[in-house]
Nanobody, 124 residues
Framework: QVQLVESGGGLVQAGGSLRLSCAAS????????MGWFRQAPGKEREFVAR????????TYADSVKGRLTISRDNAKNTVYLQMNSLKPEDTAVYYC?????????????????WGQGTQVTVSS
């Protein structure tokens, strides 16, 4: 089992920044690729970003490229999502997830473990 706990969400004005963190415990953190997803009210959960086990490969949704950056610190068992130039349409609950497979996966069903989510609200 892997336990994931997100933090860092909040209310920010459009154009502002936030940094989300996701702390992992349980199994070896570096055995898992990590992803961030988000879900807005009334919408399906959508892929945001993914980082490989050692951090050498990152993948982003087109809607966040150039504004959001995923990173990880395997010594601290933590994955981050730096969010810059935020827009109202970024408002959602953000979830981190762990994937034991090395393939590049963007579907929620491909991930094995999930955190409880953290709310991000961007005001216009």
């Amino acid at each position: 089992q892997v336990q994931l706990v997100e933090s860092g969400g909040g209310l920010v004005q459009a154009g502002g920044s936030l940094r989300l963190s996701c702390a992992a415990s349980g199994r070896t953190f570096s055995d898992y690729a990590m992803g961030w997803f988000r879900q807005a009210p009334g919408k399906e959960r959508e892929f945001v970003a993914r980082i490989s086990r050692k951090g050498g490969t990152t993948t982003y949704a087109d809607s966040v490229k150039g504004r959001l950056t995923i990173s990880r610190d395997n010594a601290k068992n933590t994955v981050y999502l730096q969010m810059n130039s935020l827009k109202p349409e970024d408002t959602a609950v953000y979830y981190c997830a762990a994937d034991s497979s090395p393939r590049t996966a963007k579907s929620p069903g491909d991930y094995d473990y999930w955190g409880q989510g953290t709310q991000v609200t961007v005001s216009s």
